[in-house]
């Protein structure tokens, strides 16, 4: 999971969001106002954005709130209460897992708001579908994505990945993740930090190594960091680098 995502930083995202114009489709025709979900707690936000004519910020403002969501530990509650408020021990085996039952009907609310916000279905069908283990939602996210988007091709390969993941073709799993890694700009770490998992699973641990290198070097979220420089001592301890 990544860590709490302070107002400083939500504003830096906030304002990063608005110059991700290769994930935005800038000719998409927004849909109309009876097609938009609006639930009870996003009301205010969503019909001032509406009113205002700024689907697009008020999508943005709904991934923001996603992200705060999903990097906020659950059971918080019980944390505080047992005075160990905020602290979040992350293990190799659920790193980035949980519950969060509202993650696919927010993603869906902000798809439904702004079709054309690709980055947050990729974002958020990836958590579904490997760090939360539910590969339906994550299929149908897409699916629903692929209906008002139909030639955007990573859609089909997310939707690949999950095939082979579930038929645990792991083989195949890792060729379309390392093409989205590669080919994409803008790759959740989640998904990063799970090719190089997979890639020590294969036993294919210099390819693991570039992959965590990867996220050391250019991964926003300190906790994705972390990870890929504790994995990285442990292949150096495995296998010393090759010299370059």
């Known amino acids: 999971m990544t860590a709490w995502i302070g ?3 939500a504003a830096a995202l906030f304002l ?35 009113s205002l004519g700024t689907r697009r910020i008020g999508a943005d403002l709904l991934f923001i709130r996603m992200l705060q969501y999903y990097g906020t530990p659950e059971f918080l509650e019980e944390k505080e209460e047992g005075g160990r408020a905020g602290e979040h021990e992350h293990h190799d085996a659920d790193f980035g897992g949980g519950v969060y039952a509202e993650l696919y009907p927010r993603a869906q609310r902000i798809l439904s708001m702004d079709p054309s916000f690709r980055y947050a279905v990729l974002y958020a069908a990836t958590a579904l579908a490997f760090n939360l283990g539910r590969p339906e939602e994550a299929t149908a996210l897409l699916r629903s994505a692929l209906d008002k988007d139909p030639r955007y091709w990573r859609y089909h390969y997310h939707l ?20 989205i890694v590669d080919e994409e700009r803008e790759t959740p770490s989640m998904l990063k930090n799970m090719l190089a998992a997979l890639y020590v699973k294969l036993g294919r641990l210099e390819e693991a190594r570039r992959v965590y290198e990867m996220i050391r070097d250019s991964s926003q979220d300190p906790d994705y960091v972390r990870l890929a420089e504790k994995k ?3 292949l150096e301890q495995a296998v010393p680098s090759q010299p370059r």
Do not use: T
Not at 18 to 41: N, T
């Open 7 to 9: 107002n400083f930083a």
């Open 16 to 50: 990063g969001l608005l110059g991700m114009g290769s994930e935005r489709l800038v000719f998409w025709p927004f849909p109309s106002l009876d097609k938009i979900e609006v639930p009870a707690s996003e009301a205010a936000l969503s019909l001032v954005s509406l």
């Open 160 to 179: 690949a990945a999950i095939a082979y993941q579930e038929s645990r073709e792991f083989g195949k799993l890792a060729g379309i993740l390392a093409k």
């Open 232 to 234: 990285l001592l442990l």
